[in-house]
């Protein structure tokens, strides 16, 4: 069994900082994307950063309201997924996720789609 667990989330100022740390956990032997998503309250889940480490080579995207500000990096080694947050902002309050997609577990298993449970931002004065 594969699952993500999320730490580093907590209360910020305006212009403040966190990192945000997922660590993947169980029989991996590759995971094609980690990515971070949001949910704000009575919002949609949304895409805040990716990262492929596929065939098809490395790279990482960003939603447009967080470009400059946030950083994804990931380490394949600990099967970890990192998003550096600078320069927070109010509307970038709400709950963050993990997620990986296209975890190959073994020459059997594959899961396309696994999540994180979630761990809380809280931007304010």
């Known amino acids: 069994q594969v699952q993500l667990v999320e730490s580093g989330g907590g209360l910020v100022q305006p212009g403040g900082s966190l990192r945000l740390s997922c660590a993947a956990s169980?029989?991996?032997?590759?995971?094609?994307?980690m990515g971070w998503y949001r949910q704000a309250p009575g919002k949609e889940r949304e895409l805040v950063a990716r990262?492929?480490?596929?065939?098809?080579?490395?790279?990482?995207n960003y939603a447009d309201s967080v470009k400059g500000r946030f950083t994804i990096s990931r380490d394949n080694a600990k099967n970890t997924v990192y998003l550096q947050m600078n320069n927070l902002k109010p509307e970038d309050t709400a709950v963050y996720y993990c997620r990986a997609e296209g975890t190959i577990a073994s020459a059997w298993i594959t899961y396309p789609d696994i999540w994180g449970q979630g761990t809380l931002v809280t931007v304010s004065s």
């Open positions: 990262a492929t480490s596929g065939t098809s080579g490395d790279a990482t």
């Open positions: 169980g029989r991996i032997a590759r995971i094609d994307v």
